[in-house]
């Protein structure tokens, strides 16, 4: 019923309206279509681009330094770096994120400390990565934080490496990984702590057992939003991963001295092999892009597909 | 953290700060351009006494503020329009077709935005929009070879339009229906009902999705450094027309340009004032916009 006289009304005849309100309304159409003409432009062109120029050997090959572009080979190390980046960042951001959530719904004692974490991540979430980046290089080239990365003769830390581009993407990702934790313990209703109290359940209890699985859903969306986000950044990793061309290990056991060294990710090879950058080979651009594009839409499905199926909580 | 970011990317960018005072601010002394005096202080001697660090900014906030002011103005338009048409008037196979649109566009990375600006819009702009007439016009100033404020405010509206899209087709969501079915009653149209009851409802939110929109379109620099041609150069608006033509790089795109650069340590600080420059104004903007959420509150219209 409701549908249909809502239906009823979409119909309305606009002729007895003013001609600035019709004028409006084409204006209201106009430009929801022109939204929609530019997404649909930018995936058909990057689309078409993609597959011109994407061949399947471009993703198993080292990128070389090669001005004939038939020899400077594929973006695997990009591809690898992308993988590492992501995953060094979410591991780091996923802990914080929830914990900080869990407390701040959960306890948020001393209530001014709660408001200043608060603010705190929204500031973060409003602060451009550039200026991360930047703050990551002074940061990270303290001495105190030499292990994270290379350190050149005369102790001078060189602050570029994989784990310190890891930890700057995670502060990235994480006032989504908050976001979407807290809204989800929010959504869940006071009866079920209650009822978990009431069966002797400590408060820690409570949270592990009860809260944080039925507010999974809720973190998995923030968590892979934030991903989203971290795959397609590319400020940080032009000035705290380095973006080398290939991934440049460091001494040091095998995964440590990898992460210590420095890298690029398929967002700072699409950047170096524009016309901006050094590399100018617009067809392997456009092929990197087409490749970044499809990972962060899927991230993005991915994300809508999790958070279409929380309704655990209607009452 | 917050604390420790703001002071230690200050206690860098000081010597910068009080070399040049308040010309920090000011445009580049005796005719200089921006970049002439950034190759000056990249070069400067080692000693340390003798560092150079005479910089005057403005081109490079010229170039910020107009980036900025130009695409907020008009994706406020955009945004606004569409999150009228998305709440009220599309029809509903349309409306289940534009939410995915706004999220595949809030998603696409800035490096692909600028990747499209650099190989399409750019090209396009400079052979077909600037006539060899209108290079020659200026060519003593600046080149024109298509990297211009157009493409770069042009793609910076895209990029900013969908978060203020969704946060303003929430807001216009959760006016009470009452409200607007109370104008309704009265006779008055379904453009003026939105118009006069449910915008003017959701005034908070539209100011707090342009906050927030304005501190994306500030730290935006990838994009940027990409398509607005990278001169230090400001537009001049006397020029006419040609001034929407005339490249510009904004403080953001400064930093990713001259990235490597940061170890010369004068260089460095100079480049960390671009950064203080740039938190300052988003915290403020944060700031703004989290007082403009409040009135939200009171009426329970936004979370």
Redesign the interface.
């Known amino acids: 019923m409701a549908v249909a006289t809502r239906r009823e009304?979409?119909v309305?005849t606009?002729a007895?309206?003013r001609p600035l309100?019709?004028l409006?309304?084409v204006?209201?159409?106009?430009?929801?279509m022109?939204?929609?003409a530019?997404?649909a432009a930018?995936?058909i062109?990057?689309g078409y681009k993609g597959l011109q120029f994407l061949r399947p050997h471009l993703l198993w090959e080292r990128p070389l330094a090669d001005s004939d572009q038939s020899r400077s080979g594929g973006f695997l190390d990009p591809l690898i770096g992308t993988v590492a980046l992501t995953a060094l960042g979410t591991l780091i951001a996923l802990p914080l994120g929830v914990a900080t959530a869990v407390w701040l719904t959960e306890f948020g004692r001393p209530a001014p400390l709660a408001r200043a974490v608060e603010?705190?991540v929204?500031?973060?979430a409003?602060?451009?990565?550039?200026?991360l980046a930047?703050?990551g290089?002074?940061?990270f080239q303290q001495s105190f934080f030499g292990f994270l990365s290379f350190t050149a003769e005369g102790n001078a830390v060189f602050g570029r490496s994989f784990l310190t581009a890891g930890c700057m993407m995670a502060l990235v990702a994480l006032p989504f990984v908050v976001g979407g934790t807290r809204e989800a313990l929010q959504s869940i209703p006071r009866h079920v702590r209650e009822a978990s109290y009431a069966l002797g359940k400590t408060k820690a209890a409570t949270i592990r057992r009860v809260l944080l699985p039925a507010s999974r859903p809720g973190i998995a969306t923030g968590t892979v939003l934030g991903m989203?986000r971290i795959?397609?950044?590319?400020?940080i990793v032009?000035?705290l991963l380095g973006a080398t061309l290939q991934l440049q290990r460091v001494d040091g056991p095998p995964l440590i001295g990898d992460l210590r060294g420095t890298g690029s990710t398929l967002?700072s090879y699409?950047?170096n092999n524009?016309?901006?950058g050094e590399g100018n080979a617009?067809e392997k651009?456009?092929a990197a892009?087409f490749v970044?594009?499809v990972v962060?839409?899927g991230?993005?499905l991915v994300a809508?597909r999790i958070g279409s199926g929380r309704s655990a909580w209607k009452t | 953290m917050i604390g420790g970011m703001v002071v230690f990317v200050f206690a860098k960018a000081w010597p910068s700060f009080s070399h040049n005072g308040l010309h920090w601010f000011g445009p580049p002394a005796h005719g200089g351009s921006v970049d002439d005096q950034l190759a000056g202080i990249f070069n400067s001697p080692a000693d340390p006494r003798r560092y150079e660090y005479t910089i005057g900014a403005w081109p490079l906030i010229w170039g910020t503020l107009l980036t900025t002011a130009g695409a907020v103005a008009l994706g406020l338009t955009l945004a606004l329009l569409s999150s009228i048409f998305i709440v009220e008037f599309a029809p509903p196979p349309v409306r289940r077709v534009m939410q995915p649109v706004i999220r595949l566009l809030a998603a696409v990375p800035s490096v692909v935005y600028g990747l499209i600006g650099i190989l399409v819009l750019v090209p396009f702009v400079g052979n077909h929009l600037i006539s060899q007439q209108r290079k020659e016009s200026v060519v003593y100033v600046v080149q024109l070879s298509g990297s211009s404020l157009l493409v770069a405010v042009a793609i910076l509206t895209v990029m900013i339009v969908p978060i203020m899209v969704a946060i303003m087709s929430d807001a216009l969501r959760s006016v009470p229906r009452a409200w607007t079915e109370g104008s309704a009653a009265l006779g008055v149209n379904r453009w003026r009902t939105v118009w006069t009851i449910s915008v003017r409802a959701a005034r908070p939110a539209l100011i707090a999705a342009t906050v927030l929109a304005t501190a994306r379109a500030l730290g935006e620099a990838i994009m940027l450094s990409m398509v607005s041609g990278s001169t230090g150069f400001a537009p001049n608006p006397l020029d006419g027309l040609t001034f929407f033509l005339e490249p510009t790089r904004p403080l953001a795109a400064t930093i990713v340009d001259n990235a490597e650069g940061l170890s010369v340590k004068p260089f460095g600080q100079t480049i960390y004032a671009f950064a203080a420059v740039l938190l300052v104004s988003t915290f403020l903007l944060s700031l703004a916009g989290w007082a403009a959420k409040q009135p939200l509150k009171r009426y329970g219209i936004a979370g």
């Open positions: 009304a979409a309305e606009t007895s309206w309100d019709r409006a309304l204006a209201c159409w106009s430009a929801g022109l939204l929609c530019i997404a930018i995936v062109f990057m603010s705190g929204e500031v973060i409003g602060t451009p990565d550039i200026v930047i703050f290089l002074v940061l989203g795959v397609g950044d590319t400020a032009v000035i967002t699409v950047y524009s016309p901006a617009p651009a456009y892009a970044l594009l962060v839409i991230l993005n809508g």
